[in-house]
């Protein structure tokens, strides 16, 4: 008679078991995501970015647990990333929204590369150097903090980073820095190629101008003056000296 409610107890305890099993394989394969769209992002990768939402664990890739962890809490810390939005398409596929800070340039300091974005705030201190931002030298500070501006003498400058490196990007002219010198001029660095162009007046002109010039220094070393332009400018304001 004890043996049988022993077994009986047994075998309750199989089916509920059982059941539990059968519960946790459903929960995990019914609402387990499957697509993943990933918009917004240029320095992670989507699968790079796939991998920082969706974790390893047993769960790591179930809806109904993303849902509870991603609820109205947008992912920070990311380096370069303000913050990632996990929104919920459907129960096997969730978008990934990557809003990525705006960075117009960076500057070195006590061994780091520090980021900084179009008001000049410092956005990250980093190692790694990013393709298609420019080197920029020639900034007078004695300190550096991540979140605060970068304390230079004249805030301007930072609209005349920006100014340059948007018509780096409309001339697909890629350099390898930006020099600010005390009097207000500024030098480019294409290879072996110092580039003047002087101030900032007529640099949209100037700037086009060294785009049809840009083949003709391929190999060259020397110095490209531009900074001479004038409203009323021929060739004749564009001069090479060779090293």
């Keep these: 008679m004890k043996s049988g409610k022993v077994l009986t107890v047994l075998i309750i305890v199989l089916a509920v078991a059982a059941a539990l099993m059968g519960g946790l394989y459903y929960f995990l394969q019914e609402f387990k995501v499957s697509t993943v769209h990933v918009s917004g992002?240029?320095?992670?990768?989507?699968?790079?970015?796939?991998?920082?939402?969706?974790?390893?664990?047993?769960?790591?890739?179930?809806?109904?647990?993303?849902?509870?962890?991603?609820?109205?809490?947008?992912?920070?810390?990311?380096?370069?990333?303000?913050?990632?939005?996990?929104?919920?398409?459907?129960?096997?596929?969730?978008?990934?929204?990557?809003?990525?800070?705006?960075?117009?340039?960076?500057?070195?300091?006590?061994?780091?590369l520090m980021y900084f974005d179009r008001e000049g705030i410092v956005v990250e201190s980093s190692d790694e150097v990013i393709e298609g931002l420019p080197h920029v030298t020639g900034l007078k500070f004695d300190h550096c903090i991540v979140g605060k501006?970068?304390?230079?003498?004249?805030?301007?400058?930072?609209?005349?980073?920006?100014?340059?490196?948007?018509?780096?990007?409309?001339?697909?002219?890629?350099?390898?820095?930006?020099?600010?010198?005390?009097?207000?001029?500024?030098?480019?660095?294409?290879?072996?190629?110092?580039?003047?162009?002087?101030?900032?007046?007529?640099?949209?002109?100037?700037?086009?101008r060294l785009k049809n010039i840009q083949p003709e220094l391929s190999g060259k070393k020397g110095v490209l003056h531009l900074e001479n332009y004038t409203e009323n400018a021929d060739n004749s304001f564009v001069t090479f000296e060779g090293d």
């Design 41 to 112: 992002n240029s320095r992670y990768s989507d699968d790079e970015i796939r991998a920082m939402v969706l974790d390893d664990s047993i769960i790591g890739k179930n809806a109904l647990y993303l849902r509870f962890k991603y609820r109205n809490k947008p992912i920070k810390d990311v380096p370069f990333i303000e913050r990632m939005d996990v929104k919920f398409d459907d129960l096997d596929t969730i978008t990934i929204e990557v809003y990525e800070k705006a960075v117009a340039g960076y500057v070195d300091f006590l061994g780091k």
């Design 149 to 208: 501006p970068l304390p230079v003498e004249d805030p301007e400058i930072f609209n005349e980073i920006l100014s340059l490196t948007q018509l780096l990007t409309k001339y697909s002219i890629v350099t390898d820095g930006i020099y600010f010198s005390g009097d207000s001029s500024i030098t480019l660095y294409l290879g072996d190629v110092r580039v003047l162009l002087g101030d900032m007046s007529y640099i949209d002109e100037k700037m086009m």
